[in-house]
């Protein structure tokens, strides 16, 4: 599917098949399925064209991410899409693809290093007592 130069804008044909496609935003490890919106890999001001091989699926904040704030990214020889940082340095892709890999990734390392997290690790346990100033000084102090 393409429009080659006619237009910058993506026809519905086109989007319809990047939803397909990409199934949400390509930035490694980002799971917005909403909200996307479609990229020319090479920027059609410097002739790329409109068509499927020349864009990728990137949500708003990855959007603005390589347009305002130096993030690059490019298609390989083998097609597959890779981001670099502002330095130049290649970000990873997030193992587990694109449902929630990198979630479930920091959930395995975790376990395996015996940290278990639940919906009550961050739970505060204060009752809404007067704090003790005195006990928390000499509290610090002491792991000084």
Do not use: Y
């Amino acid at each position: 599917m393409a429009i080659g130069r006619k237009s910058r804008s993506i026809p519905p044909a086109i989007r319809r098949a990047l939803q397909r496609r990409d199934g949400g935003c390509r930035f490694p490890g980002c799971t917005a399925s909403h909200f996307v919106e479609a990229h020319h890999i090479r920027h059609w001001a410097d002739d790329g064209e409109t068509c499927m091989e020349n864009l990728v699926l990137l949500c708003t904040r990855h959007h603005h991410l390589v347009h305002e704030a130096g993030f690059g990214l490019e298609k390989l020889v083998c097609g597959k899409i890779q981001f670099t940082n502002p330095q130049g340095v290649v970000i990873p892709e997030v193992a587990g693809g694109r449902s929630r890999g990198n979630v479930d990734r920091l959930f395995r390392l975790n376990l395996d290093s015996g940290i278990r997290i639940t919906p009550k690790t961050a739970q505060c346990h204060w009752m809404g007592e007067k704090m003790d100033d005195q006990l928390a000084v000499e509290g610090l102090l002491f792991r000084e």
